[in-house]
């Protein structure tokens, strides 16, 4: 079945630093969608993106969907204590609408 | 306040109890799913109903029973369940109910189970 793979599993950045966390999947997929849960919360929906190449902003946060449709990415700019949590990725499959969750991006922030 | 409300949001059982998991979503969606976290793995999908039918049974035990009696409420009934069930049973809801994808999934807040 489709499997989607995150990395890395867990980022520690020093504040005020960018990171990035990768979502590949091994199926097509006909949209993506990002969510954060913060420590002790519950996953809460960021973003969706369906097209090809598209790239979408939410101030520090850049999202961006593959040429092919199998892989994203999440880029944060100038880290801040309030981005600690565990960013998903889930991939929603193209021939079958079935959404595949990522293991998750466990980020922590040092001050 | 996410418009879904899960309860109770903490359950310790001994592995011969029987109890409940209940979810109630106040968005009007036609969707709504329980989900499995576990530590250090991916959300597990148990089930999804769509229009209060289920749709999705993802090959979960069957001392885990579903029940929706309407769309906006989704029950979890539990019986002899094992340690390894221990986790975090998160209720979610969308507001597609068709063939053209979930949508965005609003989660609850959870529902932490330890069984000992």
């Known amino acids: 079945g489709q499997q989607v793979m995150q990395i890395p599993q867990y980022q520690h950045v020093q504040e005020g630093e960018d990171f990035t966390t990768y979502c590949n999947s091994s199926t097509t997929l006909s949209n993506i969608q990002w969510y954060k849960q913060r420590p002790g919360g519950h996953p809460v929906f960021l973003i969706q993106?369906?097209?090809?190449?598209e790239v979408k902003k939410q101030k520090r946060l850049t999202f961006q969907f593959g040429e092919a449709k199998k892989n994203s990415s999440l880029h944060i700019t100038a880290t801040q204590t309030t981005d600690v949590g565990t960013y998903f990725c889930?991939?929603?499959?193209?021939?079958?609408?079935?959404?595949?969750f990522g293991a998750g991006t466990t980020v922590t922030v040092r001050a | 306040e996410t418009g879904v409300t899960q309860t109770p949001r903490h359950l310790v059982m001994g592995m011969t109890n029987k109890k409940s998991l209940k979810c109630e979503q106040h968005l009007g969606h036609n969707a709504m799913y329980w989900y499995k976290q576990s530590a250090k793995k991916p959300l597990e999908l148990m089930f999804v109903y769509n229009f209060k039918e289920q749709t999705e049974n993802n090959s979960v035990p069957s001392r885990f029973s579903p029940e929706c009696p309407n769309s906006s409420h989704l029950f979890l009934h539990l019986h002899t369940l094992q340690p390894e069930d221990s986790a975090l049973y998160l209720c979610?809801?969308?507001?597609?109910?068709?063939?053209?994808?979930?949508?965005?999934?609003?989660f609850g807040e959870g529902s932490r189970l330890t069984v000992l």
């Open positions: 889930a991939g929603e499959r193209s021939n079958d609408y079935k959404l595949s």
């Open positions: 979610a809801s969308s507001p597609a109910g068709g063939p053209s994808g979930d949508g965005e999934l609003f």
């Open positions: 993106l369906v097209k090809s190449g």
